[in-house]
């Protein structure tokens, strides 16, 4: 960690430590060394949820600002309120508000106000569940919930053991928990004029494709609200880019208050062309078309590719030529090894990401 906030800082980038567990008793001495520690690393804040926690952090690391987790549940503004007075710098609304609720949020604390804007939501109580404690043992309230919401289930009438019966089925299965996910490209403006001052990409247990492509796409609507608000559109490239990654199902949640937004997801979005992989990561440039390549998955001489850039469109591309670390071209690219590929332009740029289309 020491290592990874020092990197963060030295590239402008804010670096937010969650500590948002419900602890035990057993557990507090442990807790407090490690707030000693995370004093040392210095990151930019620490995320709670539990209010003992707070006081322990207020009490050890008095120099680094503290936010308040959205499984706090903070339903209204005398909440937010509360965690203000007490030293919070910035408070995560509960998943279940509308838009207009937070906003009344906003204009009653000066806390800054963070909520999702996009990502898996949890078809639980701000994402107080037990499932995943009964099932498998991995309490979801201290960051091990092995996402039992996503199973499929059946019927089983006792005396008849072996017969399953469907609940609700699709070509895939039954699916009674299943939330769809979480998107509010289309709603850029109205999230910030309700006072929203930081904007939350779910991306737990995500790959690098699903967390370069979200922040992508909002860091650009974000920017093209600021830059011209009163004109402000939603880009076909932001959909389209938003349809590449994996996800369920796209909806507004709670925030524009449409019970239309809050059924489970048993149909295929309307924006999805088809999946894509990554294959690999640009980690240098060796020519004018060259670049070397941290290979993620395998590909082909002659495959054609997406490079996923840090601004603009999706670029299209070619791969020419690959050659392998002995310096021997090569007809394809294995997993977990380093390749200088050649193609057809020069698009490509270090940390760039390459992907191909998965055909159904």
Sequence with gaps: MHQAVRFAHEH???????????????????IADYMGKLGEIAPDAVIVADPGIFMLAREVIPQIPLHVSTQ???????????????????????????????KEIAEQSSAEIEAFVHGAMC??????????????KRDSNRGMC???????????????????????????GAYIFNSRDLCMIEHIPEMIESGIRSLKIEGRMKGINYVAA??????EAIDAYYAHSEAHTVRKEWLEELAKINYREYCTGFYLGDPDQLTLNY???KYAP???????????????KSVSVDVRNKFLKGDAIEILTKKGPVQTDKILDIVDEDGES?????????????LESECCSVNDLMRIGVKG
Excluded at 13 to 22: G, L
Excluded at 214 to 219: A, E, I, L, S, W
Excluded at 274 to 288: D, E, F
Aim: aromatic residues 10%; hydrophobic residues 35%.
């Design 72 to 102: 706090a549940n903070i339903t209204h503004y005398r909440s937010a309120l509360f965690w203000e007075n007490i030293g919070a710098k910035r408070v995560n609304v509960a998943r279940e508000l509308s838009l207009k609720e937070i």
């Design 214 to 219: 979200t922040v992508k796409v909002y860091r």
């Design 123 to 136: 078809i639980s109580y701000s994402g107080r569940c037990l499932l995943s404690s009964f099932m498998a």
């Design 330 to 342: 090569v007809s394809f690219a294995q997993t977990n090894t380093t390749v200088v590929v050649t």
């Design 146 to 172: 092995c996402h039992p919401c996503r199973f499929r289930y059946t019927l089983m009438e006792a005396l008849r053991p072996g017969q399953y019966y469907p609940i609700m089925e699709d070509d895939r």
């Design 267 to 269: 149909n295929k979005s």
């Design 12 to 30: 402008g980038v804010k670096v937010y430590v969650a500590c948002n567990i419900y602890p035990r008793n057993d557990e507090l001495e442990a």
């Design 274 to 288: 088809g999946p894509y992989r990554i294959v690999g990561k640009v980690i240098g440039k060796t020519g004018p």
